[in-house]
């Protein structure tokens, strides 16, 4: 915990900081404040989210896809059952809630589970650890969880989000979706509250998917920041500098362990949403 | 926390990842899933069939059993029969052989019986002579009276 010289909002702002790098003037270049963050505008990246996020997303595809090279119908034994258990949950999840037939929905519920869930349970990695790594690469910022920057979960919902539009149109047509948003639930004269109505009800879906997991990552992730700074006031050995100490050590061993819920809730949840988002594009429904 | 263009790159990859999964990870679970599913119901029907063979063998077996049984005590009471039967024609025959002794042995003693008689005949005949000589005191010609002692003997 290098926190000599940083105060208490540095140290905040410094783990909520992104490594968002853009290319300016020909040459590439990373924000060193928020502000000059921000000042990059649309066009800049961030890097460690891309990078975390892209890292996991591949040991997840590596790991299935070689127990899928390799699965036998014998007794599965090993890596195999762990990945059979995964999928049998997934696939009886997606069996309760999405009634149609698609080949897509259920390896789309397993990405979206495996992928959340583990960018999520990078929320346990104690916050300075990456400091440790990436400080001496003379990289100031690194964010090591995805989920709580909202780029990465708009991105998701972004994606769920064309894939309800597509089936609603491929299910309904382009007419019968219009009439869905227009001509219901006040018939034809309501037209303007119809589609005041369910506009707001189809735009509601993509913005909860990426809200509620950016939320419930972001707040995560600012309580394991609180509860590592009472640790970072240690200056001089005394009764409240312990005491505030080993507060850090119980309230962090409470709060992962707490988290583990949380980690795995949010990615189910995100899951069972865009299931049920899926189904209802799929429906026919009023 | 800004919104940029991460979230083009997030969705770019989320549509990679899903599309990787749909391709290569997904079906080939499922298609093991599946055909392993298919194995262990085949092995619980294979399973079924054995013991409603076993069960229909064991039937089978019991009534060949009871079958045989039947046999074996049909052909101990047929040995049964028949060996009484040999015994009754054994006493039969043995019955008859003993009244044809019985009567070989009655013939012979009766002819001895005549014989005798016979016999006895000619010596009454002969005594009867010598006492009637005796009686008389002469000689009595044997061939002048020969036809009276023939009826004295028939008589006797």
């Not at chain 1, 000599?4 to 490594?19: D, F, R, W």
């Not at chain 1, 539009?165 to 639930?185: A, D, H």
Request: glycine share 8%; with cysteine.
């Amino acid at each position: 915990m290098s926190t000599e010289g940083l105060t208490t909002s540095a140290y905040i702002k410094h783990h909520l900081q992104n490594l968002t790098c853009s290319i300016q003037e020909g040459h590439f270049h990373c924000a060193h404040t928020a502000e000059e963050a921000k000042a990059m505008g649309f066009w800049a990246f961030n890097i460690d989210t891309l990078l975390v996020s892209l890292l996991l997303g591949l040991i997840f595809l590596f790991l299935f896809s070689k127990v899928a090279k390799h699965i036998s119908t014998d007794v599965p034994s090993g890596m195999q059952n762990f990945v059979e258990w995964v999928v049998e949950f997934i696939d009886g999840s997606v069996r309760g809630s999405f009634t149609g037939r698609s080949a897509l929905v259920a390896p789309l519920a397993l990405s979206i589970f495996a992928w959340i869930f583990l960018m999520n349970l990078m929320d346990l990695v104690p916050i300075d650890y990456i400091s440790l790594i990436t400080q001496p690469m003379g990289i100031g910022h690194f964010k090591l969880v995805p989920t709580t920057d909202p780029n990465a979960t708009i991105g998701m919902a972004i994606g769920v989000f064309l894939l309800v539009l597509f089936y609603s149109i491929k299910v309904k047509g382009l007419g019968g979706f219009i009439g869905e948003l227009t001509l219901q639930p006040f018939g034809k004269f309501g037209l303007p509250v119809n589609l005041f109505l369910e506009g707001v009800n189809l735009i509601a879906k993509p913005v909860s998917l990426a809200l509620r997991l950016f939320g419930n990552m972001y707040a995560g992730e600012m309580i394991f920041i609180l509860i590592a700074l009472m640790g970072a006031s240690w200056v001089s050995f005394s009764f409240t500098n312990t005491l505030l100490f080993s507060s850090q050590i119980f309230l962090s061993l409470g709060w992962a362990i707490f988290h583990i819920l949380i980690v795995t809730l949010q990615a189910f949840i995100f899951m069972t949403l865009t299931i049920v988002y899926l189904d209802m594009a799929h429906q026919e429904h009023h | 926390m800004n919104i940029n263009a991460t979230l083009i790159g997030q969705t770019i990859m989320f549509a990679l990842f899903v599309w990787f999964c749909m391709k290569f990870v997904w079906p080939p679970i499922m298609a093991a899933l599946d055909a392993r599913n298919k194995r262990i119901a085949d092995g619980l029907a294979a399973a079924e069939r054995g013991k409603n063979d076993l069960a229909l063998a064991a039937k089978r077996s019991a009534e060949l059993l009871r079958e045989a049984k039947e046999k074996v005590s049909e052909i101990i009471a047929l040995g049964d029969k028949r060996a009484s039967e040999i015994v009754e024609e054994a006493k039969a025959q043995a019955k008859i052989e003993g009244d044809r002794i019985i009567t070989a042995a009655k013939a012979e003693v009766e002819q001895e019986v005549f014989r005798a008689k016979e016999q006895l005949r000619t010596q009454v005949s002969a005594i009867a002579l010598a006492g009637a000589g005796k009686i008389l005191g002469r000689e009595i010609d044997a061939k002048a009276h020969n036809d009276l002692l023939d009826k004295l003997v028939a008589e006797i």
